[in-house]
C-alpha cells in the first residue's frame, strides 16, 4: 500500500518569512495529493490540492510542487502570518481499485513567531 | 449549507462497554471515510464506503470495530468491547467522490476510562 513520510514534525518560522513542508509518497500510481490544515481543536481543512498532470499549483500566499520522478511534492507558503500557525497534512491517492482512501502524512506543527 | 456532523461530540465509557458513533455526511455525498486521530497524532484511516460498492475495512485496526452506512448516508461506527488505547478523537469525512476534497466533521472525543 502506499506510505506517505512528511518533514519536518514541528516548523517555526518568523512572521513574513516562508515556510516549506515536503512529502513523499511510495506508490508511482498515486495521482491526488492534497494538503490539509487543521488549526487547535478544530477538524481538518483542505487548503490545496494538486492533481498528476501538473507540477505545480498556487493560490495566493500557498503553492504546492509536485516532482512525479522523485514522487515527492511540498507545500510553500510565503509571507506568513500568525493565523498560519498549524498543523499541515499532506496525502497520496491512487484511482486503482480497491485502493482508493487518502494516505496521510504525519503533520507538521507550524508555528508563527510574531 | 449543512456540513458533515457527529454525535455524540463527547463520549466517557467504561473499558469493555461498547459504543457507537454517529457521522451525518453532506447530502449528496457518495463516499464516507471514518479516521482516528490519537492525542497530537496524524489522522489514522479505518474505513470507507463508495456508493454501493463494498467498503474499504482495510485500516480497522481489530475485529473489535465495524462500521456500517445505511442507505448511503449515515453511519455508524461501532467499537466493541473498549479497550483504553481506543481513547482518541474519531473523525467522519464525506466527499462527492474519490479525488474529491473532503469535508471533516467535528468529531468524537472517546475515552475509555
Known amino acids: 500500500g502506499e506510505n506517505v513520510e512528511q518533514h519536518p514534525s514541528t516548523l517555526s518560522v518568523q512572521e513574513g518569512d516562508s515556510a516549506v513542508i515536503k512529502c513523499t509518497y511510495s506508490d508511482s500510481a498515486s495521482n491526488y495529493f492534497p494538503w490539509y490544515k487543521q488549526e487547535l481543536g478544530k477538524r481538518p481543512q483542505l487548503i490545496i490540492d494538486?492533481?498528476?498532470?501538473?507540477g505545480e499549483k498556487k493560490d495566493q500566499r500557498i503553492a504546492v510542487t509536485l516532482n512525479k520522478t522523485a514522487k515527492h511534492f511540498s507545500l510553500h507558503i510565503t509571507e506568513t502570518q500568525p493565523e498560519d500557525s498549524a498543523v499541515y497534512f499532506c496525502?497520496?491517492?491512487?484511482?486503482?481499485?480497491?485502493?482508493?482512501?487518502?494516505?496521510f502524512g504525519t503533520g507538521t506543527r507550524l508555528t508563527i513567531i510574531p | 449549507g449543512a456540513g458533515v456532523s457527529q454525535s455524540p461530540s463527547n463520549k466517557v465509557t467504561e473499558k469493555g462497554k461498547d459504543v457507537e458513533l454517529r457521522c451525518d455526511p453532506i447530502s449528496g455525498h457518495t463516499a464516507l471515510y471514518w479516521y482516528r486521530q490519537s492525542l497530537g497524532q496524524g489522522l489514522e484511516f479505518l474505513i470507507y464506503f463508495q456508493g454501493n460498492s463494498a467498503p474499504d475495512k482495510s485500516g480497522l485496526p481489530s475485529d473489535r470495530f465495524s462500521a456500517e452506512r445505511t442507505g448511503g448516508s449515515v453511519s455508524t461506527l461501532t467499537i466493541q468491547r473498549t479497550q483504553q488505547e481506543d481513547s482518541a478523537v474519531y473523525l467522519c469525512?464525506?466527499?462527492?467522490?474519490?479525488?474529491?476534497?473532503?469535508?471533516f466533521g467535528p468529531g468524537t472525543r472517546l475515552t475509555v476510562t
Open positions: 496525502a497520496a491517492s491512487n484511482p486503482n481499485f480497491g485502493n482508493e482512501k487518502l494516505t
Open positions: 494538486i492533481r498528476s498532470n501538473v
Open positions: 469525512a464525506s466527499s462527492p467522490g474519490h479525488l474529491y476534497e473532503q469535508y
